[in-house]
């Protein structure tokens, strides 16, 4: 049976404002293995801050049971805060430290001895390439750097599960990539780590699980490609070298459409879910038929698509794309 880092049933937050009641989480669960990578997507106002700042001990839920690492969330927080790290949407680096002072500073906090608090800062700042601007201060540092730095800081107290809520927003493509790369060997030593962002290309590339949240409620849940296959319009590509061979496949697979796109019209489009069962189906119909492809790729919705058709609303990626290489 697979280890789970987080657990919750039915969980509920609710706020009340001038308007009345505001309905934050109606009753979520949520079932996170350890050493993975889980991310919860959604709309903003969608509820995902809110998860990540009860599940972190930071705000209490309203109702609902849920243990983290391993402990009680509400008779165990002391434990809980003991396993995790938390490195938010906003960078807790001290800009007037160093990034050496900002790791010591963080040591002191978890009452390592001074002897300790050096060896670790030394060894994360190796680890995070950041040992030739060590000594100098923080407000020097470009996003990636102070990114990077804020994520060290996190791991001075070896956590087991990490909540990184919208790590890289504002970071410039490459500085995204490193991070990527960091939060993939984390995971591969065992640490588990609870995503939140607005790159939906970003939990496409790192995550294991994803789930959507809208108005509270959890509307899907899968790995990308599962979700993906969830929205019509996936098909397999298929080229071949002339035309009766395209006569003969439509012939034989009973269904597809030549692909706008090739001028030559020896492409065809069959729709299909992408998963493995279609495809090999797909191809044993070929096969007896005595028909072979020159060249076949498969081609299903991406998040964007996703997230448009199960929430209602288009996520603004190529704004964020904007941004993002500002």
């Known amino acids: 049976m697979t280890n789970l880092a987080i657990e919750a049933v039915g969980l509920r937050k609710s706020y009340r404002d001038k308007t009345g009641e505001k309905i934050v989480l109606d009753g979520i669960d949520l079932a996170v293995p350890e050493a993975t990578i889980f991310s ?3 709309p903003n106002g969608a509820g995902k801050t809110t998860t990540v700042q009860i599940l972190s001990t930071l705000i209490g839920a309203d109702a609902g049971q849920v243990r983290v690492a391993g402990h009680d969330l509400n008779s165990r927080p002391d434990d809980v805060r003991g396993a995790i790290g938390v490195t938010g949407q906003y960078s807790a680096v001290d800009k007037l430290l160093t990034g050496r002072e900002n790791l010591q500073l963080m040591a ?19 680890r995070f390439d950041l040992v030739e601007a060590a000594d100098k201060p923080a407000s020097s540092y470009s996003g990636g750097m102070a990114r990077r730095l804020d994520l060290a800081m996190t791991l001075v107290g070896d ?35 609870f995503l ?4 939906l290309e970003e939990a496409d590339e790192l995550a294991d699980h994803i789930a959507l949240l809208d108005r509270g409620h ?14 019509p319009g996936g098909h397999i590509s298929l080229t071949f070298t002339h035309d009766d061979a395209v006569k003969d496949a439509l012939s034989a697979l009973g269904q597809g459409f030549l692909d706008p796109a090739d001028d030559d019209r020896r492409t065809l489009q069959i729709p299909s879910d992408g998963s493995v069962a279609s495809l090999r189906d797909l191809l044993t119909r070929l096969e007896t038929a005595g028909i072979e492809p020159t060249d076949l790729s498969v081609h299903t919705p991406d998040l964007d698509d996703v997230f448009l058709t199960l929430t209602g609303q288009p996520h603004h990626h190529d704004e964020q794309k904007q941004e993002t290489a500002r």
């Not at 599960?161 to 960091?182: A, C, N, Q, V, Y």
């Not at 939140?196 to 790159?199: F, G, N, R, V």
């Not at 959890?218 to 929205?231: C, F, N, S």
Request: aromatic content about 4%; overall charge positive.
């Open 40 to 42: 919860l997507l959604g």
């Open 108 to 126: 002191d906090l978890h009452h390592l001895t001074r002897r300790d608090g050096k060896r670790k800062a030394a060894e994360l700042l190796e």
């Open 159 to 193: 956590p087991r599960l990490i909540f990184l809520d919208e790590p890289t927003t504002g970071l410039d493509p490459r500085s995204r990539r490193t991070m990527w790369s960091i939060v993939g060997d984390l995971v591969t030593a065992g640490t588990t780590i």
């Open 196 to 199: 939140t962002t607005q790159y």
């Open 218 to 231: 959890l509307i899907a849940e899968g790995t990308p490609d599962q979700l993906k296959r969830l929205i």
